[in-house]
């Protein structure tokens, strides 16, 4: 009987579909749990194609060249190395799975299913998979393990049948993206199991961003006892040695080890935000970002998340100023740029704006200005940018807000336009709040400045979009404290006019704010990516039909 068993948790950043090179950081990653005396390493879920790979495990030739990546892998555990666990879509006769694969002793030695399949928020694996069986443990190294895959752990069926029927040992393979407070409900979801089941538990998560999901790590180990034994540092790729040996009463228990405390509340959110931005365009082979710099919040922000992912060297800003736009804005976004050392230019629309108002003149005779020209400004923006997008290679990075995303205040061909949205998911009063954290603080990994980065002024003034003199946001819309309660009473919680109306808002302003959130729904559905951090991200979790005649809410 075997005492002792050190299991490494590989916390890795693959690729969607890049399978020869996610194979190759599982190769290295097993290198260096060899060499700290692991016997067994574990990645994340579906670590072998990174996850989620959506409609690419539709294709059988697909599936051809995971198994073949898999089969070559697994021969390489007959050098007497630790054993792995790891994730891969699997065929069985005619049917897909999400599967755990233990490669063992030059092998496919062990393999186990997903039970339950995940069909709510951003998942949709019933459409891509087939359940598997209730599974029972399997034997590496002569322990026990039960291996319940993510969701798995979220039921009591799977876990209760692995407890009946012998494992010793729990490992959860994991692809759980990230949003705010989602480390602690993990945790106390895995101590109710360890609760329920009196067995130990370890944890790996993915880490790394995929389109619209930003994946944290944050693996961790749970003794019999509950107690947190072993934490990875969050947004990073990690090796996470864990020891564990039997006890006289049969209970595995894990030496003392290392425990990182993840980041939380704002710090976890910016965290999240530029370690999607950066994966984004990396692994999308662009050389950089190119987005308007205006002298606002939202593009100061966006600049300093980008010039922290990046660095400043592959972050370039324009300021497009229209006869309206202020000296204060001018000299806000030189000082923005100045301040985070990435590069600005000046390309005034005038020019643009001008030759608009000269071609339309005939077919606008008699018609009087309205947002019309306005919104020609920003179109006018927004061609610029792509312009110098296409001719220099960098990708426009959007700096739209969800606040201003869900209400259509957003200008669809102006500060949505481009290839991703870094503030998709973040409400203007988190914008600020980022901001003024991200002026005293500064993330592990951070490629940008120390210090304050976003202007003082920024912070303090009036929010405008500077398409007409005097303009403010509040012409618009209500105050954005207000607004954001609302959004989120209504995007995020479903709330009907009477349980907002008794947070304080009065029924007009709730009428009129569900409104403009019914009426946007097309703008959003052609706006770029931005990565999740809130319980509901537009057109990946909430779907609403663009005609659709329930115009009001009870």
Same mark, same amino acid.
């Given at each position: 009987m075997t005492d002792r068993l050190s299991i490494a948790l590989a916390q890795i950043n693959p690729t969607v579909g890049a399978i020869a090179a996610n194979i190759d950081r599982i190769r290295d990653a097993r290198a260096e749990a060899a060499a700290r005396g692991a016997d067994l390493m574990v990645c994340p879920e579906l670590s072998v194609t990174g996850y989620?790979?959506?409609?690419?495990?539709?294709?059988? !030739? !697909? *599936?051809?060249?995971?198994?073949?990546?898999?089969?070559?892998?697994?021969?390489?555990?007959?050098?007497g190395g630790p054993a792995l666990l790891v994730g891969a879509p699997w065929r069985d006769g005619d049917k897909r799975h999400n599967a755990a694969l *233990?490669?063992? $002793? $030059?092998a496919v030695a062990a393999i186990r299913f997903k039970v339950d399949l995940p069909n709510y928020g951003v998942f949709d694996e019933k459409r891509l998979f087939d359940p598997g069986p209730l599974p029972g443990p399997i034997n590496v190294r002569g322990v026990r393990l039960g291996v319940p895959i993510c969701e798995d752990m979220w039921s009591v069926d799977v876990i209760e049948t692995l407890a009946e029927s012998g494992a010793e040992i729990l490992v959860v393979p994991n692809g759980s993206p990230f949003e705010l407070g989602k480390h602690d409900q993990r945790v106390q979801l895995a101590v109710r199991r360890v609760t329920e089941s009196g067995l130990p538990l370890l944890y790996v998560n993915q880490v790394g961003g995929q389109d619209e999901l930003v994946f944290d790590g944050?693996? !961790?180990?749970?003794?019999?006892?509950?107690? *947190?034994?072993?934490?990875?540092?969050?947004?990073?790729e990690h090796l996470l040695i864990t020891r564990w040996e039997r006890g006289d009463d049969d209970v595995w228990s894990c030496a003392d080890t290392e425990c990182v405390a993840p980041p939380e509340g704002l710090e976890s959110i910016y965290a999240a935000l530029v370690l999607a931005l950066r994966d984004y365009v990396t692994k999308n082979g662009f050389p950089g970002v190119i987005l308007g710099l205006s002298g606002g919040i939202d593009s100061a922000l966006s600049a300093a998340i980008a010039v922290d992912a990046l660095g400043a060297d592959r972050v370039h800003g324009v300021m497009m100023p229209s006869p309206h736009t202020a000296q204060d804005s001018l000299d806000d976004a030189a000082e923005s740029a100045e301040l985070l050392g990435c590069k600005l230019d000046t390309v005034p629309i005038v020019p643009a704006m001008e030759a608009f108002e000269r071609m339309l003149l005939p077919? !606008?005779?008699?018609?009087?200005? @309205?947002?019309?020209?306005?919104?020609?400004?920003?179109?006018?923006? $927004?061609v610029t940018l792509m312009a110098l997008s296409n001719k220099f290679g960098p990708m426009v990075l959007s700096t739209g807000n969800k606040s201003e995303m869900s209400v259509g205040y957003a200008t669809l061909y102006g500060d949505m336009c481009g290839g991703y949205a870094v503030l998709k998911d973040v409400y203007k009063t988190t914008v600020y709040a980022l901001a003024r954290w991200r002026n005293a603080h500064q993330t592990?990994?951070?490629?940008?400045?120390?210090?304050?980065?976003?202007?003082?002024?920024?912070?303090?003034?009036?929010?405008t979009a500077e398409l007409k003199p005097g303009q403010t946001d509040q012409d618009t819309l209500?105050?954005?404290?207000?607004?954001?309660?609302?959004?989120?009473?209504?995007?995020?919680? @479903?709330?009907?006019?009477?349980?907002?109306?008794?947070?304080?808002?009065?029924?007009?302003?709730?009428?009129?704010?569900?409104?403009? *959130?019914?009426?946007a729904e097309y703008k959003r559905r052609q706006a770029p990516p931005g990565p999740k951090i809130t319980p509901r991200l537009f057109n990946r979790e909430r779907r609403y039909p663009i005609t659709n005649g329930f115009g009001g809410i009870a």
């Open positions: 989620p790979p959506e409609d690419l495990v539709l294709k059988p !030739f !697909f *599936l051809d060249v995971v198994e073949r990546a898999v089969r070559e892998l697994a021969a390489e555990t007959a050098d *233990l490669l063992d $002793g $030059g944050a693996s !961790f180990a749970l003794g019999a006892d509950c107690r *947190l034994v072993a934490q990875a540092p969050a947004f990073t077919a !606008f005779a008699g018609r009087d200005p @309205d947002a019309t020209e306005e919104n020609i400004q920003a179109r006018s923006r $927004g592990e990994g951070a490629l940008g400045p120390a210090g304050r980065v976003v202007p003082e002024r920024v912070l303090v003034k009036a929010p209500p105050p954005y404290d207000a607004l954001d309660d609302i959004l989120r009473c209504l995007v995020e919680k @479903d709330l009907g006019v009477a349980e907002i109306v008794a947070r304080g808002h009065a029924p007009e302003v709730v009428d009129k704010v569900w409104r403009m *959130l019914h009426l």
